[in-house]
């Protein structure tokens, strides 16, 4: 069974902070997404990864991927209150050209 | 540029009623499409996908089904609602021939009463 497994699953910080998600996965695959989930909204494509060892950057946010160790990070530098969202990882399924989706990751900055 | 559009926005049924969601795209042809349910506080679950007009694939049994009646559109149904039926339903794109990213319509919100 493929599984893809966000940690952490809520995470509170203050603005200004620095800290990382983690999107562990079981298969094979060298390509991974995120997307961002505003509350009650749908999802935004963040970021796609398509090979080991990429690295992208879009203002606060860098992600990365290590696909030897199956493991992609998310990392929020000096966070502020806009970045307040839900955060998905995703990989390529084993069905047709499906995606599976993380749990997700409930980011709530405060002052 | 390519656009998805969902309707209704929000949609408030009683059990055992029928349901009828439409996904449409714009801008692009032969997508792959996808249904999504995102239950409260929970992650996506996938529901449908089709990769052509008349093809579709369920990747869970249930009281849903699907249809593709044209390129662009993908119709969610069901013939009688039930409570667990409430949700967030998402609709999703992808270019066909293998690239995976996909991109989401606004969604519609179901509430089964």
């Known amino acids: 069974e493929l599984k893809v497994e966000q940690n952490p699953l809520f995470l509170s910080m203050q603005e200004g902070k620095n800290y990382t998600i983690y999107c562990n996965y079981s298969?094979?695959?060298?390509?991974l997404y995120w997307y961002r989930q505003d509350p009650g909204k749908s999802l935004e494509s963040l970021f796609v990864?398509?090979?080991?060892?990429a690295v992208k950057q879009e203002g606060r946010l860098m992600a990365s991927l290590d696909t030897k160790a199956r493991l992609s990070t998310l990392h929020i530098t000096a966070a502020v209150h806009d970045l307040s969202a839900t955060y998905f990882c995703?990989?390529?399924?084993?069905?047709?050209?499906?995606?599976?989706f993380g749990k997700g990751t409930s980011l709530l900055v405060t002052p | 540029s390519q656009t998805i559009h969902q309707w209704p926005a929000t949609l408030v049924q009683p059990v055992g009623s029928p349901l009828s969601l439409e996904c449409t795209v714009e801008?692009?042809?032969?997508?792959?499409l996808y249904w999504y349910r995102q239950a409260a506080g929970r992650g996506l679950q996938l529901l449908f996908y089709?990769?052509?007009?008349?093809?579709i694939s369920s990747e869970v049994p249930q009281n849903l089904s699907a249809s593709r009646p044209q390129d662009r559109q993908f119709i969610l149904s069901s013939k009688k609602l039930l409570l667990s039926d409430s949700g967030f339903y998402l609709c999703?794109?992808?270019?066909?021939?293998?690239?995976?990213?996909?991109?989401f319509g606004p969604g519609t919100r179901l509430t089964v009463l």
């Open positions: 999703a794109w992808s270019h066909g021939g293998g690239s995976r990213e996909q991109f």
């Open positions: 089709s990769v052509g007009i008349g093809q």
């Open positions: 801008g692009t042809s032969n997508p792959n």
């Open positions: 995703a990989v390529d399924g084993y069905s047709g050209y499906a995606l599976n």
């Open positions: 298969t094979t695959s060298d390509r």
């Open positions: 990864l398509l090979s080991n060892g």
